[in-house]
């Protein structure tokens, strides 16, 4: 510092132009003999410090291929309710946001780091269903918190063992001392080989109270009407569980056979889809004219039944004969596969040190599972810059590849 033309710079920085300074004039001067003159600099490709650009004039961002992409959604032909995004796109951290059947609630797989998503989410989603605890797959988990306080419905965290614990200690990690009963909830279980385990914590108050444990058949960690959620334990040099989001089977109602016969639409056609879904075939349904009919009854003239579709969900697995095994498995016959293609084949190195699938994997395993499509993601950064070597060499050996709108709108700007 010296008087008259104070100047404060950064590092090594060694000359200063004109667009460059910024003048403390007074009232912020601290006397009026004095004058700073700040340079703001920051590190340039070849790590050199320059000048900062001018703060009115931001830098574009370069657009890369990681917005959100929206999954096929209902069709006449192939209707789904479970609405689908993947909100970090190809190279974002991990985080399949579902809405099932227009509800006013999301389930999400995984927990990335995603700020921008609108506060509601956080209050709305009810199950998180996380694959392991990689910073890259549960660094979102702080943001979730602070938007749910006050939030009193609890929110679902399913995982791999360990998951209470990480739970449990990101919320100790803040000082809760006037939330009341505000406290966030959470209701905590690890799938412990063919056991789930239950715990209950809630910010301020109680966290991790066991809530006992109960043995999950042919994988079922979570029903509910509509749907149910599958996790199989693979293997990532850590355990990692692969989901699949089974829809139930779908009712529809023949409007050609209601015209035909002369019924009225109404809430009797809601009571007879709710008697066949729960089984209930002899159940008597009351027609708007009066009468009474058997479910079974009306079922075989009124209404058509398809099989629900599945939501497939796998990222950072190792690839092995039974990783490969059970993702086939889980996977068969799924409408879409959400699942990772990390690497390159050339770089199957990289692929086996760090747990994960090469693209070609990737599509090996779509074809044996006979998926209808494939959506691939969790790309390394290394393919940054040509993210269409990856979704060629998935395509080599699985061409039905969901080709996301931004990827399709990067290549052409190429
Ligand atoms: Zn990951
Ligand atoms: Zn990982």
């Avoid at 096929?72 to 209707?79: E, V």
């Avoid at 694959?131 to 939030?151: C, E, K, S």
Wanted: hydrophobic fraction near 40%; aromatic fraction near 6%; include cysteine.
């Amino acid at each position: 510092l010296d008087h008259a033309g104070t100047t404060l710079t950064l590092g090594e920085v060694q000359s200063l132009e004109p667009d460059s300074l910024r003048l403390l004039a007074p009232p912020f001067a601290v006397a009026e003999a004095w004058t700073a003159v700040v340079r703001d600099a920051r590190r340039d490709r070849d790590g050199r410090l320059v000048t900062a650009p001018r703060w009115e004039e931001p830098p574009v961002p370069e657009p890369v291929p990681d917005q959100s992409i929206d999954l096929p959604g209902p069709t006449a032909s192939h209707a789904t309710n479970l609405r689908t995004t993947l909100v970090g796109g190809l190279f974002g951290d991990p985080l399949l946001h579902i809405r099932p059947g227009g509800e006013a609630r999301s389930l999400f797989l995984d927990l990335g780091e995603h700020p921008q998503l609108p506060v509601r989410l956080a209050h709305r989603v009810s199950d998180i269903f996380l694959t392991h605890a990689h910073m890259d797959h549960f660094a979102g988990f702080p943001w979730l918190l602070r938007r749910r306080v006050g939030v009193r419905e609890p929110c679902r965290v399913y995982g791999p063992p360990g998951t209470m614990e990480r739970v449990v200690s990101l919320l100790s990690g803040f000082t809760w001392d006037r939330i009341g009963d505000d406290g966030p909830r959470f209701e905590i279980a690890e799938l412990h080989g063919d056991r789930l385990l239950r715990w209950w914590a809630q910010a301020g108050e109680q966290l991790g109270v066991p809530r006992g444990e109960e043995q999950v058949r042919d994988g079922v960690i979570h029903a509910e009407a509509g749907f149910e959620v599958h996790a199989s334990v693979l293997d990532h040099g850590t355990p990692v569980l692969a989901f699949a989001v089974q829809e139930s089977r779908q009712l529809k109602i023949r409007r050609d056979r209601l015209d035909a016969l002369n019924l009225p639409p109404g809430r009797w056609l809601s009571e007879l889809k709710d008697h066949l879904l729960a089984g209930q075939s002899t159940a008597l349904v009351s027609l708007p004219d009066g009468g009474q009919v058997a479910a079974g009854e009306l079922a075989k003239d009124l209404v058509v039944e398809r099989p629900g579709q599945k939501l497939a969900y796998a990222t950072d697995v190792s690839d092995t004969a039974a990783n490969r095994e059970a993702l086939t498995e889980l996977a068969r016959g799924a409408q879409i596969l959400v699942c990772e293609a990390s690497f390159l084949e050339r770089h199957a190195d990289r692929a086996r040190a760090t747990g994960h699938l090469t693209a070609r994997a990737c599509g090996e395993i779509a074809a044996a599972a006979g998926v209808r499509r494939l959506l691939p993601f969790h790309l390394s950064n290394r393919y940054q810059d040509h993210p269409q070597e990856v979704i060629r060499e998935v395509m080599e050996v699985f061409d039905r590849v969901w080709l996301p709108r931004s990827l399709a709108h990067y290549l052409a700007r190429r």
